[in-house]
């Protein structure tokens, strides 16, 4: 379905989640293993020992005793937190009460090291991504969030910003923020302000956002020296002319080899940001793609010098 019409998957999972009652996964955040039963001792044992990292066969050895709580613990926490997640968007649509006791059991899932949440097509505000941000574990390694909705705006992008900026750890960071079109320029300033220096791979969707310019973005950036893929679509945005796209390009750090640059619909983009584009990519890139469709002031002196100017090593 995702790969037929973009976002048609949120859809349909929101219509089918969304009667499901609440009330009867709630109980999934209180979840303990140990507490757990077993119609059978032996399997109930098995289990135990499978989750405590051990083989069926091991004997029992000082120190076992710690190691099997540790686990326990780390296996109890996981399994909260996926509860926790799969009932965020329902609490969100039925406003139910103060989401934070989602957030601390998120929070307390400290071995996490990816989360993939889509809030789209949802009543996610502000209120509800502030929470979220302050849930991130800190050994995160993959943050994906989709947020294709009209309540999301600026105070909601600056206390995410503020959490990102603690993810030590952080390699793919994916937001796609579509239509929402109350992110103001504070917000994405403050995300380019705040991006992790370990990011490889950076996926950034504001197409339609309330922004002057993407030159606080640009300066984050520049400063993401590992970075290798990079996307953004900024498309929709009237601001967006040569001198954006001319800033934006000079941030792009020497071994980036992907990028997807969205640009459609920005009336003001001209033949002159084509080529302060093009003189920009990186030598080493291997992947490109461009979205410049009605931008009505490109001409075929820019298509031209796209064509000869492109990097050799491109598959």
Not at 32 to 49: C, F, G, M, P
Not at 297 to 313: E, G, H, T
Request: charged share 20%; glycine share 6%; with cysteine.
């Amino acid at each position: 379905m995702e790969k037929k019409t973009p976002r048609s998957e949120a859809r349909s999972v929101a219509m089918r989640e969304n009667p499901f009652p609440v009330k009867v996964i709630e109980p999934g955040l209180q979840l303990d293993i140990e507490e757990s039963q077993t119609s059978n001792k032996e399997d109930y044992d098995r289990i135990l020992q499978n989750v405590a990292g051990f083989e069926p066969s091991h004997m029992p050895e000082p120190g076992d005793v710690r190691t099997s709580q540790e686990n326990f613990r780390k296996f109890n926490c996981r399994l909260r937190a996926e509860m926790a997640l799969a009932m965020w968007y329902q609490v969100v649509q039925q406003s139910l009460p103060d989401p934070k006791r989602l957030a601390r059991a998120i929070l307390a899932d400290d071995s996490r090291t990816t989360l993939n949440k889509n809030f789209s097509h949802s009543k996610f505000s502000d209120y509800h991504l502030a929470q979220l941000a302050a849930a991130l574990p800190s050994n995160l390694r993959h943050l994906q969030l989709s947020f294709w909705c009209g309540q999301i705006g600026t105070p909601g992008i600056r206390a995410l910003s503020k959490s990102l900026s603690q993810l030590k750890h952080l390699e793919t960071l994916m937001l796609d923020c579509q239509m929402c079109s109350q992110i103001g320029q504070t917000g994405v300033d403050a995300l380019g302000l705040c991006l992790p220096a370990t990011i490889t791979v950076l996926r950034l969707n504001f197409h339609a956002a309330n922004l002057r310019n993407i030159n606080g973005l640009a300066k984050g950036i520049s400063n993401l020296k590992n970075l290798r893929a990079l996307s953004i679509d900024v498309g929709g945005i009237e601001n967006m002319d040569h001198r954006q796209v001319g800033t934006l390009a000079e941030s792009f750090p020497p071994r980036l080899m992907n990028l997807h640059l969205g640009l459609r619909g920005c009336p003001y983009f001209t033949s002159s940001g084509v080529q302060l584009l093009v003189l920009s990519l990186p030598a080493e890139m291997s992947m490109l793609s461009l979205n410049f469709s009605v931008c009505d002031q490109i001409n075929n002196d820019a298509v031209r010098w796209l064509a000869f100017k492109m990097p050799c090593l491109l598959k």
